[in-house]
């Protein structure tokens, strides 16, 4: 598979605040949306989709447990990496 991404200034803006990371050693493609013109839009968006990727690549410390054979969670095991990543970009955002 062939990934590829670019973004866009739009029409409103003077600087685009979207960040995007693609890496390919975890099949991870990580984009995040700029704060539409807030101030440090772009720094967040940037530490966002850094601190996912680190979380996703180096691994995170707290262990989530999930019941593999309840029905209601096995469907999402596979994604309780990438959900602890999005969870700990978003504490380290609102520090």
Do not use: W
């Not at 966002?48 to 410390?61: C, F, M, P």
């Amino acid at each position: 598979m062939r990934i590829v991404a670019k973004t866009d200034v739009g029409l409103v803006r003077k600087r685009n605040e979207d960040y995007f990371i693609i890496a390919d050693s975890h099949d991870l493609v990580v984009l995040c949306d700029g704060m539409g013109g807030h101030p440090g839009g772009d720094l967040a968006s940037r530490m966002v989709a850094e601190e996912v990727q680190r979380q996703v690549t180096q691994g995170n410390d707290e262990k989530v447990v999930v019941d593999a054979s309840a029905d209601l969670t096995r469907p999402l095991a596979p994604f309780v990496p990438l959900l602890q990543s999005v969870f700990a970009a978003d504490r380290k955002l609102r520090e």
